[in-house]
């Protein structure tokens, strides 16, 4: 063989090698990172279990000593109850509707274990949702709302990988084009999670950034579309009228987008997430709630009163911060974790510091 002949396939080889890489290194699906040493979680309960840690100490331990007492009529057991659920944030209206469930349901000499086993199924009635759902149109539009600090970009990251790891395209449009900060992450997200990234220079119209990201969506043939919102704007245009002009521009570029539309708030924040999840259901029509930091609050009774008030069904809940701590919500899950007994928690070693 000619040398020039057997330096020109080394260098093919080469190259097509390079390539190679860098398309493993773009399309490949992250890994949950975990702290060195860390054991994971055998299955996903446990993480819930462990994520409602702090609600359940406390929850636990104020409803044990509420029903281990002698037995008392049923009025003076709710009226310690009550305490109990707003303690937990369940929310004044919706702890309401649960004791007034259990005054129609339990005779007024009921035994503890009988309010115990009536509250349990109140709850888990209270917290019903469904899964999300699998995306059925090409491609599957997910808009993604929230205010600053709960989380949002962080969760766009975590559901683009979520996608990636069941194989789809994912394509992630920053129109939070308020802070370039946002942009940025989100662009490390795309990277990271090996997606498709569709950006304009900060202060864009957030309209304009959404139409290019379509466009390049169906050019592409991208599964799925996810796209950030600005929890607050930069201009004098009230940020609820941006969202429903971007909610506009998704439906006349895709008929019927978009196909979700997941608020994104934070569960340390308590009472103020259901305040939040108000005024955002007013401006657009949701179709979940992501609740964030799960794991970093003893308010996780806010789930109960978002998912009852707003009548919306709580999609994801974060339980850590691994990419794969994004978790599908699962009601049996929560309220199992919920009314776990405190020796459990105990056992467990979960108390709190």
Do not use: C
Not at 51 to 65: I, V
Not at 245 to 264: D, F, M, N, S, Y
Not at 279 to 299: H, M, S
């Amino acid at each position: 063989m000619e040398p020039w002949i057997a330096l020109a396939a080394a260098g093919l080889l080469i190259v097509a090698l390079g390539l190679w890489v860098f398309w493993r290194r773009r399309h490949r699906v992250p890994r949950a990172e975990l702290p060195a040493g860390a054991a994971v979680p055998a299955t996903s309960g446990e993480r819930m279990r462990r994520a409602l840690a702090a609600t359940r100490q406390r929850f636990a331990t104020q409803l044990d000593a509420v029903l281990g007492r002698e037995p008392r009529p049923l009025n003076a057991v709710l009226g310690d109850l009550e305490e109990v659920l707003v303690g937990a944030d369940v929310g004044v209206r919706t702890t309401s509707s649960l004791l007034d469930a259990l005054r129609n349901h339990l005779g007024p000499d009921a035994s503890p274990g009988a309010v115990r086993a009536a509250l349990e199924q109140e709850v888990r009635a209270a917290v019903a949702s469904s899964p999300p759902p699998e995306p059925s149109e090409h491609p599957w539009v997910i808009l993604v709302t929230g205010v600053n600090g709960v989380g949002k970009t962080t969760t766009i990251g975590k559901l683009a990988a979520l996608h990636r790891r069941a194989g789809r395209r994912v394509l992630m449009v920053a129109a939070d084009t308020f802070r370039a900060a946002a942009i940025d992450q989100l662009g490390a997200w795309a990277e990271r999670a090996g997606a498709d990234f569709v950006r304009h220079a900060p202060g864009a119209d957030p309209s304009a950034v959404v139409f290019d990201g379509l466009k390049a969506a169906k050019a592409r043939g991208v599964d799925v579309v996810l796209i950030d919102t600005a929890g607050r704007l930069h201009t004098r245009t009230p940020l609820m009228e941006e969202l429903r002009k971007v909610a506009r521009v998704i439906g006349r570029e895709i008929p019927g987008a978009p196909h979700e539309t997941l608020l994104v708030v934070d569960a340390t924040t308590g009472q103020n997430a259901l305040t939040q999840a108000r005024v955002f259901k007013e401006a657009v029509p949701l179709t979940g709630v992501v609740l964030t930091k799960l794991d970093g609050t003893a308010r996780g009774g806010v789930l109960v009163a978002i998912r009852h008030e707003l009548e919306v069904p709580v999609r994801y809940v974060g339980v850590g911060e691994a990419v794969d701590d994004l978790r599908a919500f699962d009601p049996e899950e929560f309220v199992q974790a919920l009314f776990a007994p405190p020796s459990a928690v105990i056992a467990a070693g979960e108390g709190i510091d």
